[in-house]
């Protein structure tokens, strides 16, 4: 077994991160969980050479040590190459950045929000069924109190996702 390794996770609550310790087994079991969340104690147990007890233990340890937070659906690529997508860069207004990050939260066709360094603060991936309702995000991402400006990029093709 490989040395473990330490995670900086903020539980939202307190100002300080809390370290979260992973070895290798938690990483590979991750791993498995980021390309299958539905994938069975069994059969993640199977792959990884561990008993099915083992593996349900190590994963209520990480849900209950709060480095899994949740499970998320991945549409399939068909689905998703029908979708318009964009990258929307943000700049924020000074001290606005809790209004503004609770509005876009608001939005349904945002699907991640990130905060970036550089010339923005904040980087939005949007995405909408056709260019008309893409259109419309990024119009209501703009019009967001406390959003300056946005710049976007719309996305011709994935190379590949994880």
């Known amino acids: 077994m490989d040395k473990p390794t330490k995670s900086r996770v903020f539980d939202g609550v307190s100002p300080r991160p809390l370290i979260i310790m ?11 969980l980021r390309e299958n969340a539905r ?3 069994a059969e993640a147990a199977r792959r990884l050479g561990l008993s ?22 991945r549409l399939a690529e068909e689905v998703g190459r029908r979708l318009v997508r ?53 119009d209501r991402i703009g019009a967001a109190d406390g959003v300056e400006r946005t710049q976007s990029s719309i996305i011709l093709s994935t190379k590949f996702e994880r």
């Open 52 to 73: 099915r007890t083992t593996v349900q233990a190590r994963v209520e340890s990480l849900e209950r040590r709060g480095v899994i937070v949740g499970y998320t659906v």
């Open 39 to 41: 994938i069975g104690h």
């Open 86 to 138: 964009a990258h929307v860069t943000v700049v924020i207004a000074p001290k606005s950045s809790g209004a503004v990050v609770a509005a876009l939260q608001r939005i349904p066709e945002i699907t991640a929000l990130h905060s970036v360094a550089g010339p923005f603060d904040l980087l939005a991936v949007v995405e909408a069924p056709d260019v008309p309702s893409l259109d419309a995000a990024i």
């Open 22 to 32: 992973l070895d290798a087994v938690d990483r590979a079991l991750l791993a498995l």
